[in-house]
C-alpha cells in the first residue's frame, strides 16, 4: 500500500513539473508573438501607408529666464507619411509645460505647430522637460523637449 501511494505521488510530480514546462514555453512563444505582431504592424503600416512627423526640430532652448517668466515655442512640423496624421494627446512632463496641439487630421504633405508654454515659476536651476505626443504613426509615440536655465530673482 506504501508503494503504491508512493509511486502516485512521484508520477504526480512528474506530471507537475512536465506541465509547468508546458506553461513556460507558452510564455516565451507568447513573448515572441508579440515582437512579431509589433514587427508585423509596422511593416503593414509601411506598406499600407501611414503618417509620418517631420519636426523642423525637436529640442528647444529658451536659454536663461528670471523665476515667474512664462515663455512659449511653437514647434513646426509637416505630415510626410502617406495618410493624415492625427494627433490624439498631447502631454507635458510637468504642469509647467502646457502644450497645445492641432485637432484636426494634418493631410499628406500639409504643415502644422504645437505650441509649448512654460512657466518658469517656483522652478530654478537647468529645467529639461518633455512634451509626449500621441498620434496615429508607428510607432504612436513622439516625444519633443524644451529646456532653460531659471534663474531665481
Known amino acids: 500500500m506504501k508503494n503504491l501511494i508512493l509511486?502516485?505521488?512521484?508520477?504526480m510530480a512528474f506530471s507537475a513539473c512536465d506541465d509547468m514546462s508546458k506553461r513556460e514555453g507558452n510564455s516565451n512563444n507568447l513573448s515572441a508573438n508579440l515582437v512579431a505582431n509589433k514587427k508585423t504592424a509596422e511593416v503593414n503600416a509601411a506598406v499600407i501607408g501611414a503618417p509620418e512627423?517631420?519636426?523642423?526640430?525637436?529640442?528647444?532652448?529658451?536659454?536663461?529666464?528670471?523665476d515667474g517668466e512664462k515663455v512659449?515655442?511653437?514647434?513646426?512640423?509637416?505630415?510626410?507619411?502617406?495618410?493624415p496624421l492625427i494627433i490624439s494627446n498631447a502631454k507635458g512632463s510637468c504642469g509647467c509645460t502646457v502644450p497645445n496641439w492641432p485637432k484636426d487630421p494634418i493631410a499628406v504633405g500639409e504643415k502644422g505647430t504645437i505650441d509649448v508654454t512654460f512657466n518658469s515659476a517656483g522652478r530654478s536651476g537647468i529645467q529639461s522637460k518633455a512634451i509626449t505626443l500621441t498620434a496615429n504613426t508607428v510607432p504612436n509615440r513622439k516625444v519633443i523637449r524644451i529646456k532653460s536655465e531659471v534663474i531665481s530673482k
Do not use: W
Not at 509511486?7 to 508520477?11: R, T
Not at 512659449?72 to 495618410?83: H, L
Open 7 to 11: 509511486c502516485l505521488g512521484i508520477l
Open 53 to 66: 512627423f517631420k519636426f523642423d526640430v525637436e529640442e528647444h532652448d529658451f536659454g536663461m529666464l528670471e
Open 72 to 83: 512659449t515655442y511653437s514647434f513646426k512640423f509637416e505630415n510626410i507619411g502617406d495618410a
